[in-house]
């Protein structure tokens, strides 16, 4: 698969993903492709907060790095339990999930 930029987050109009939030740095997260996985970056003061699926566990980065799977909810500045934080619900498919399969 050809690589593909990394992907922004943040309160910056430049940012791919602009969110109005005072809680969000201006380039708050980063996704980058790395061999076929998604790996998730912080670049924050306030933090970036990772849910999968439906788990009651909450990844919380400070400058760290995760890879993305399945799929969940990214927080921005709050963790997703606060009702108010800015979030982006992602979903990583597989290649052959994406391809008509022949019945």
């Not at 990772?50 to 921005?76: K, M, P, W, Y």
Request: glycine content about 8%; overall charge negative; some cysteine.
């Amino acid at each position: 698969p050809a690589a593909c930029a990394p992907i922004v987050i943040g309160r910056s109009p430049q940012a791919a993903y602009c969110l109005d939030d005072t809680r969000v740095s201006r380039s708050h997260a980063r996704i980058e492709s790395h061999g076929g996985h998604f790996q998730l970056t912080d670049l924050s003061y306030n933090g970036t907060f990772v849910r999968f699926g439906n788990e009651d566990q909450v990844v919380a980065l400070r400058r760290g790095t995760c890879t993305l799977h399945g799929s969940g909810v990214i927080s921005l500045g709050a963790p997703p339990t606060d009702p108010t934080a800015a979030c982006v619900r992602f979903e990583v498919l597989n290649f052959s999930d994406t391809v008509p399969q022949d019945s």
